[in-house]
């Protein structure tokens, strides 16, 4: 089994989990600590195989280049915690734990390269993130594991979520849209309507 821990959902559920914790230089700590426990309960818990943590670069996606737009409506990552950051790295790197972050390229891209990788073929793959967006990369072999819920998501859910299998989750939504990144999608179809044309018609381009 290998574990493929999305760094910024992590981060984040770690971050909102616990407040107003820091240390006695006044340092937030909430994150850290938190990033850490998570840690330590996944590897005791689970007992994976190998793990890796992938994070976002810091350089804006290439997505940018493409479509301006995108996730314009995100805010900006809290002050309290973007300090915290060097710190959580510096903790992975301390498990000895491979960690990836390639300019410009999103953590989502990384992982979906390394959950398609022929090396990992004969590997059980859960990615840990809650990130709808990875239900694509979603097969008999690939699942994504929500620590928080402590619920693994596999083909059955995807079918239920989007009516369709993971491979065809990017039509639908690319016809609906995603406003969580700021994608327009087809006027005039929402999720409903997408499900069924992909359903109907099989592809986008078809």
Do not use: C, W
Not at 48 to 57: A, K, Q, R
Not at 151 to 174: H, K, N, Y
């Amino acid at each position: 089994k290998i574990f493929i821990i999305d760094g910024s959902s992590f981060i984040y559920r770690a971050y909102h989990a616990i407040k107003y914790l820091s240390n006695s230089k006044g340092l937030p700590t909430n994150a850290i600590y938190g990033f850490t426990s998570m840690l330590l309960s996944l590897k005791s818990e689970y007992k994976p195989t190998y793990i890796t943590v992938v994070f976002d670069s810091k350089k804006p996606s290439f997505r940018k280049d493409l479509y301006t737009e995108y996730k314009a409506n995100r805010p900006k990552m809290p002050d309290d915690l973007a300090a915290q950051i060097p710190y959580i790295k510096k903790i992975t790197e301390a498990f000895r734990i491979p960690t990836f972050e390639i300019e410009g390229v999103e953590a989502d891209d990384v992982i979906g390269v390394m959950a398609s990788a022929k090396e990992f073929e004969q590997m059980e793959i859960y990615i840990i993130s809650s990130d709808k967006d990875l239900m694509q990369l979603i097969t008999d072999r690939v699942k994504l594991l929500d620590t928080m819920k402590k619920r693994v998501i596999g083909t059955s859910d995807v079918l239920a979520r989007f009516g369709v299998l993971g491979d065809r989750v990017i039509d639908v939504l690319g016809l609906s849209g995603d406003s969580s990144d700021n994608i327009p999608g087809v006027p005039g179809i929402g999720e409903k309507r997408a499900r069924e044309l992909i359903v109907e018609f099989g592809s986008m381009e078809n």
